[in-house]
């Protein structure tokens, strides 16, 4: 029995470039269509928490205006 790893395997399981961007992108979406202050403050906190974790900081800046 042999298994194999392919390609889209490794991308799951890792943090890619495109999986992070995704992330946060999705972080800021979310906080964009927050209609409460308490969800607005959640979601600002979740978005610079991936930034600041996965060292992205020319997101932040890109988002942040």
Same mark, same amino acid.
Do not use: P, Q
């Given at each position: 029995?042999? /298994?194999?790893?392919?390609?889209? &395997? /490794? =991308?799951r399981i890792?943090?890619?470039? %495109?999986? @992070? =961007?995704?992330? /946060?992108?999705? #972080? @800021?979406? %979310? $906080?964009?269509? !927050?209609?409460? &202050? +308490? #969800?607005? &403050?959640? +979601?600002?906190? @979740?978005?610079? *928490?991936? $930034? *600041?974790?996965?060292?992205? !900081? &020319?997101?932040?800046? *890109?988002?942040?205006?």
């Open positions: 029995m042999y /298994i194999m790893i392919t390609l889209n &395997d /490794i =991308e890792t943090n890619t470039k %495109v999986k @992070v =961007e995704r992330l /946060i992108n999705y #972080a @800021v979406l %979310v $906080c964009k269509m !927050s209609k409460t &202050d +308490w #969800a607005k &403050d959640f +979601w600002f906190g @979740v978005f610079k *928490k991936l $930034c *600041k974790k996965y060292n992205r !900081s &020319d997101l932040y800046n *890109k988002h942040l205006h």
